[in-house]
């Protein structure tokens, strides 16, 4: 059974830093892509950052330059490192995979859709 267990997160005051980690089991982080998505109170799923089984990156512009997405694959987990959080960034963060029997993406996405695995997510909650 595929796991994917999120931690990390927590309360900063804006323009702190954070490093969210997510820890694979059953499922290899260099196989497919994976993903970082949030979700405030009353609003949508949306996509932050993913990277491809080849490396390449693709981030939401709400975030672009301000955090990184990148993996470890001796320790089999996928971070995110953000830094310059703002209020605006408060949100439950959830670490999601593409199914392992599901093709290659050519490009990376932040389409939740297109992933099959989802953790059950760690709260990062910025103050003004």
């Known amino acids: 059974q595929v796991q994917l267990v999120e931690s990390g997160g927590g309360s900063v005051q804006s323009g702190g830093s954070l490093r969210l980690s997510c820890a694979a089991s059953e499922y290899t982080v260099s196989s497919r892509s994976m993903g970082w998505f949030r979700q405030a109170p009353g609003n949508e799923r949306e996509g932050v950052a993913a990277i491809n089984r080849d490396g390449r990156t693709t981030y939401a512009d709400s975030v672009k330059g301000r955090f990184t997405i990148s993996r470890d694959n001796s320790k089999n987990t996928l971070y995110l490192q953000m830094n310059s959080l703002k209020p605006e960034d408060t949100a439950m963060y959830y670490c999601?995979?593409?199914?392992?029997?599901?093709?290659?993406?050519?490009?990376?996405?932040?389409?939740?859709?297109?992933?099959?695995?989802w953790g059950q997510g760690t709260q990062v909650t910025v103050s003004s």
């Open positions: 999601a995979a593409r199914g392992r029997n599901r093709g290659l993406l050519i490009f990376p996405t932040l389409a939740p859709g297109l992933y099959n695995y």
